[in-house]
């Protein structure tokens, strides 16, 4: 059964501190991994990830695939309040289906 | 504007009442899929589709159809909605037939009494 844990499962930082969020995945046919960012609303997207090793980077927040160890992690340094959010994972197949895990929680404290 | 929309936004009813949930897409992307959202499980997904006419059993199928009969559209239909089919329900498309970067509506809170 395709499973996905993400951990930790919540988090409170202060402001400028750097954190790294951990999935680990088993999945059928896996075929790339996505970070989404969750507010009060619809999942945002941030990362795909297909190939292991090579690190995605956008402004504070980078992410990196490690295929041999069904991983991948989600970093963010100097943290903001604007950071506040919950951050998803999700592996997908190859026949398209997508599977999220539960989620950090990230609270940024001023 | 590029988006995904779906309707209604807030939905109640009763037991039994068949209902749909409307997605569409204006960014003629090939995949569609379904989710629900509920406290401390997450996102599920529901339906997903590839391409016109190509439906597929996402986790949590049961209780639920859909069809893609048009590329822009994937409506969610509850034939006899229950109360644990209470949720946040979002539609989200990507470009392309895998699940890659996927857009995702601003969601349908559904309450069944």
């Known amino acids: 059964e395709d499973k996905v844990v993400q951990s930790p499962l919540s988090l409170v930082v202060h402001e400028g501190d750097t954190v790294t969020l951990n999935c680990s995945y088993e999945v059928t046919n896996f075929r790339s991994l996505l970070w989404y960012k969750q507010e009060k609303k619809a999942p945002t997207f941030l990362f795909m990830l297909?190939?292991?090793?090579i690190e995605k980077k956008s402004g504070r927040l980078s992410s990196i695939l490690d295929k041999k160890e069904l991983s991948s992690i989600l970093n963010i340094t100097a943290t903001q309040t604007g950071d506040s959010a919950i951050y998803l994972c999700?592996?997908?197949?190859?026949?398209?289906?997508?599977?999220f895990g539960q989620g950090t929680t990230l609270q940024v404290k001023p | 504007e590029a988006q995904v929309t779906q309707n209604p936004r807030y939905l109640i009813t009763v037991t039994g009442k068949k209902l749909t949930v409307t997605c569409s897409q204006n960014?003629?992307?090939?995949?569609m899929s379904w989710y629900r959202q509920d406290p401390g499980l997450g996102l599920r997904q529901i339906y997903y589709?590839?391409?016109?006419?190509?439906?597929d059993k996402g986790d949590v199928p049961e209780g639920y159809k859909v069809s893609r009969k048009e590329k822009r559209n994937f409506p969610l239909i509850l034939e006899s909605p229950s109360p644990n089919q209470t949720s946040l329900y979002f539609c989200?498309?990507?470009?392309?037939?895998?699940?890659?970067?996927?857009?995702f509506g601003p969601g349908t809170r559904l309450t069944v009494t």
């Open positions: 999700a592996p997908s197949s190859n026949t398209g289906k997508l599977i």
């Open positions: 989200a498309s990507s470009l392309r037939r895998q699940a890659h970067e996927q857009y």
């Open positions: 297909t190939s292991s090793g």
């Open positions: 589709s590839m391409n016109v006419e190509v439906t």
């Open positions: 960014m003629n992307h090939e995949y």
